[in-house]
């Protein structure tokens, strides 16, 4: 299977990036393409709930946020105990890699219409619900070196971040307001694949820009960025399996598990844990498991569960 169209962009900004002709994007567009493209997931998602609500949605909805639980806690000893890393270090990296790249989980999406392969259309409610769940336990982990915050403190940067909010707002719109979402879906639809392109075009510069970063950080860091990503989707193909999700569904599940957050996570660990080194957790999530994702890890899974 050659390379999608659409992460082709990712390639060629990171390509400009290194050749020292970067792309200049200015930084209000970047973050009004990631806004596009949470409201999109997030009426896409809502739409689709309104036509599939039912009770086993429900559990395995719950299934889904003990999985975004469970990741951060396998991740955690790891980096931990075997990386060698701070406390407070390994658990923002844990809770990126418990969460999940909004980004990452579009291309997937991209990729299975672009194969006309069939998926439950509600997974952007599932988005949402492995947003939250990690960040919780990252601060747990962290508690015993020094995370402060208060309930009320937590409970914000967990529930009224950025991308959290903007999903989970425009999933309830698109559910409340299904029958009129018609006047929405030629800008947030039709465009979707477009602002896709922009996206990672702006991506690819970004972890390029990162390459000195991954050699000070060592080889460590880099392998757990990679291997990290194949136990968590092959973690979200089982859960998928058991909840007896379609081919397609588990191809999305397993990239969710797969991804590392670099929007909502960081945002919420530096309010809260600002004694770790976000610097280490974004270049892992942005420079090492985001690419390899895009272009190795969505391909790989697509090929082994479809195929």
Known sequence: MGLDIVAAFFVFGAIAQLLGAPIKMPKGLYQSL????????GLKGGIALAENASGALLWQSLAVIAFGALLPLIAFPVLWKVGGLTREDSASVAAHYGSISVGTFAVALAVLEANQIAFEPYFALFVALLEVPAIAVGLLLARGAGAHKGLKS??????????VLLLVGSLIIGWLGAAQTSKLMPFFGTLFYGVLALFLLEMGRQAASRVGLILQFGSFIASFAVLMPLVGALLGAGLASVLGLSAGGTVLLATLGASASYIAVPAAMANALPEANQSLSITASLSITFPFNVLVGIPLYLAVIVQ
Do not use: P
């Not at 990631?34 to 997931?41: D, G, H, N, Y």
């Open 34 to 41: 990631t806004i596009f493209l949470l409201i999109a997931i």
């Open 154 to 163: 937590l409970c914000h940067e967990m529930f009224l971040n950025q991308g």
